[in-house]
């Protein structure tokens, strides 16, 4: 009897280890003129320094909560910076009247959705992140 809860226990910490730590994708709306972004661009996008697609066409970027494990994936794995340095670029950029904060998404969900409908868009899920929605998955090259 302890055998099989202690293996049903490890089971359930590595999948929700697995869980925490599956690496955010970058995603974006379907008609996105790219194939793929490097880590500068992907930065310049989400400090809200690039804010057009290379057609001209505006950039809409989409977040989740800073508390959001993905999100803290994103910011470690891809961008290579704090969630709270991010959130220091976006309040300055926002106080100083420069730009306006990235769009908050409530969850991964509603990230989705949104980037499917909204031209222009990009936001993050996580690797493991089922999608029914048109979206297109964007690879981080070296």
């Known amino acids: 009897m302890f055998k099989k809860i202690a293996k049903s226990c490890f089971v ?3 999948l929700f280890t697995h869980s925490l730590t599956s690496a955010a994708e ?3 709306h379907p008609s996105t003129p790219l194939q793929n972004l490097d880590e500068g661009q992907l930065r310049a996008i989400f400090s809200l320094q690039m804010t057009r697609w290379a057609d001209g066409s505006p950039i809409v970027v989409l977040r989740l909560s800073a508390t959001d494990p993905t999100h803290k994936s994103f910011c470690k794995d891809k ?3 704090l969630p709270q340095q991010l959130e220091a670029v976006w309040e300055r950029l926002v106080f100083t009247g420069q ?3 990235p769009l908050l998404m409530k969850n991964e969900s509603e990230m989705m959705s949104a980037i499917a409908s909204t031209p222009g868009a990009i936001g993050y ?4 992140q089922e ?3 048109e979206i ?3 690879p981080l090259r070296p």
């Open 12 to 14: 359930l910490t590595l």
């Open 26 to 28: 970058i995603v974006v």
């Open 79 to 81: 961008l290579k910076i």
């Open 99 to 101: 730009r306006a904060r």
């Open 125 to 128: 899920i996580a690797g493991t």
């Open 131 to 133: 999608h029914a929605v």
């Open 136 to 138: 297109k998955m964007l």
